[in-house]
């Protein structure tokens, strides 16, 4: 017999019982348009971050004070700033410096109540380094750096109540009344802005103590010499304790962590596996009973002249193609999903390869495991009995 | 003449419980080219002895031989092999695919011969042709009466030029007119050459076929030549 012949056969006994192959085929598509989507979905949310990351940049470093040998939390030098500012391919350097005061919406507030708002002092070009913006009111500048006012972080803002900057606005710092000038879009690279509320450095010093210490250093050096440039940052931060300097480069942490969340779908790829299983059932189950319906053709085709092994590759192959028929419509059905779900969010759509030929794989995989014993059975009907007991 | 199909001292017990003994001894010799009625009542025999002709089951003792060739000492691949290139069958109920057209049913026959769709295809209209049903080869069974099912299922067995064709009940399924039609048919068949045992329980078909074989339980009472 040919091979031709064979899938004419399979083609023949899935289409002339069409409903029954088809929601046979359906446990099984979707099965594998669960597993296609779930992993779709992940990949293009994946990209859609990874992308979004590129466009905040990848050359952003932070320097941050560590701990010293004792445990303490260590300082970084005051001149730190400047000498990393002349590391060659460094372009932009900004800092904060971390005061140990909290910040309340009035003075009525118990002092144990922080919110957990910290107050930094900032440096004035902060927001373009760390790739963020004001969604109302103004940055510091170099006029209220040094006066009670203070730029409230997204997170911040949101924990005090404050949702948009009017004339008079004023938080409670350290005994002390300060004026809002503006509001912070949330900061990706550096959530810890986020939650803090910034003033100046001039103003820190002044009202609350501040010993100008900086605490993180926010550093964009040229693209092809950030991982160049992070290597002798702690040195140049600290040389006299370079081993109580951190530094990080937050890209690589969120990609890190974008990456991670895939992990969260073992659950729905658990589900879909299930689906799958289910789907296979059904096939085995459809093809157990088409071999009990079809004793007749099974009779004849041993008459005329088909071995056991004939009738045999006849069933697996009509249930393969059962579940090759599932995989692609699985595939299709997912990658739709994934299109019209990737589109809504603005992501690129992403269908792995792995999604695809691992669903179409383990489809055509499970047609074949669920049609063998349904074959067998087949393959090993006596002619006669076939035949005659109609 | 040649042996087409030698049975010698053939006995078949069915190991149910009671264990029932459906051919006793039976000794037969069919000739190429000779036309033979097997015929008896019900329960006589005659299926299990058309199983047996056919290859389709194996005796519990004695020897059936299909052109020269020992039935017992062939495996299921090379049975099956003589099947699709010896043997032709034609069933009572016809047993055509539906949803395939009268061509296609015809070339059916020699699917598990390993010739090409093409090749089954002509050899398929030829056999339609000399069965008389080269009007509506692309029709579907469903649009045949039943007469014309059974040319169908008639030319499906000859279409591999077999060296037997066993028919079970040909016309049983028919009416009388109609049946009689078939049989003028499986007639004209034989005379062209084909050799066909044709099992029956009708005495008056029988009574047109040159040779008789009387089987009743399980026993070959009678072996008539006209």
């Known amino acids: ?390 | 003449m040649s042996a087409v199909l030698e049975l010698d001292a053939v006995t078949k017990v069915y190991p149910s419980r009671p264990p029932v003994t459906a051919l006793r001894g039976v000794t037969l010799r069919i000739d190429a080219g000779e036309l033979v009625a097997v015929v008896g009542p019900s329960g006589s025999g005659k299926t299990t002895l058309l199983h047996l002709m056919g290859t389709l089951d194996r005796p519990s003792s004695g020897r059936v031989r299909v052109v020269g060739r020992d039935v017992a000492a062939l495996p299921d691949r090379q049975l099956s092999a003589l099947r699709a290139g010896r043997i032709g069958f034609v069933f009572q109920q016809f047993f055509l695919a539906e949803h395939a057209s009268a061509l296609d049913n015809v070339a059916d026959g020699l699917l598990y011969t390993g010739m090409r769709l093409a090749e089954r295809r002509a050899r398929a209209r030829e056999a339609l042709r000399v069965v008389g049903l080269d009007v509506r080869p692309h029709a579907r069974p469903t649009q045949l009466s039943g007469g014309q099912r059974q040319r169908v299922a008639i030319a499906r067995a000859l279409v591999g030029e077999p060296a037997i064709v066993l028919a079970d009940e040909p016309t049983g399924n028919l009416d009388t007119a109609t049946g009689a039609a078939v049989l003028d048919l499986i007639v004209e068949l034989n005379r062209r050459g084909t050799t066909i045992v044709l099992i029956t329980h009708d005495r008056d078909v029988a009574a047109r076929l040159p040779r008789r074989v009387d089987v009743r339980d399980g026993y070959v009472v009678g072996d008539v030549t006209a």
């Open chain 1, 1 to 390: 017999m040919r091979t031709a012949d064979l899938w004419r056969l399979a083609f023949v006994g899935v289409r002339t019982r069409k409903l029954r192959a088809g929601l046979s085929a359906l446990g099984i598509a979707l099965g594998v348009a669960a597993i296609v989507a779930v992993l779709g979905l992940s990949a293009s949310s994946q990209a859609g971050l990874l992308r979004e990351i590129d466009a905040l940049g990848t050359n952003l470093l932070t320097v941050q004070n560590g701990q010293s040998f004792f445990g303490d939390t260590a300082e970084l030098p005051t001149e730190s700033p400047g000498m990393i500012g002349r590391i060659g391919p460094v372009t932009e350097v900004q800092y904060t410096g971390m005061t140990d005061a909290n910040a309340y919406r009035s003075q009525r507030i118990p002092s144990v109540n922080t919110n957990a708002i910290t107050v930094q002092a900032a440096s004035l070009d902060l927001l373009r380094t760390v790739g963020t913006s004001v969604v109302a009111g103004r940055y510091l500048n170099a006029a209220t750096a040094s006066l009670p006012v203070a730029v409230l972080g997204a997170e911040a803002a949101s924990r005090l109540g404050i949702d948009r900057i009017y004339p008079g606005e004023r938080v409670w710092i350290s005994g002390q009344w300060f004026y809002l000038a503006g509001i912070l879009a949330p900061a990706t690279l550096a959530p810890e802005i986020d939650t803090s509320v910034l003033i100046g450095f001039r103003a820190a010093a002044t009202f609350l103590d501040f010993d100008g210490h900086p605490s993180t250093i926010y550093v964009r050096a040229a693209t092809d010499q950030v991982s160049g440039v992070q290597s002798v940052l702690a040195p140049t931060a600290d040389p006299e304790a370079p081993n109580e300097v951190e530094v990080s480069k937050p890209s690589d942490a969120l990609v890190a962590r974008a990456k991670a969340k895939a992990a969260l779908n073992g659950l729905f790829l658990g589900l879909g596996a299930v689906s799958l299983l289910v789907g296979a059932v059904g096939v085995a189950n459809i093809m157990v009973i088409s071999v009990l319906e079809r004793r007749s053709e099974i009779g004849l085709r041993r008459a005329l002249g088909a071995t056991r092994g004939h009738v045999r590759i006849q069933f697996l192959s009509e249930a393969t193609l059962l579940g090759l028929l599932g995989g692609g419509m699985g595939v299709g059905l997912g990658a739709l999903a994934t299109f019209i779900y990737a589109s809504t969010k603005g992501w690129d759509v992403v269908v792995p390869a792995l999604a695809w030929a691992g669903g179409l794989g383990a489809a055509l995989l499970i047609g074949a495991i669920a049609g063998l014993l349904p074959a067998l059975r087949a393959a090993r009907m006596s002619p006669t009995e076939a035949l005659w007991t109609v």
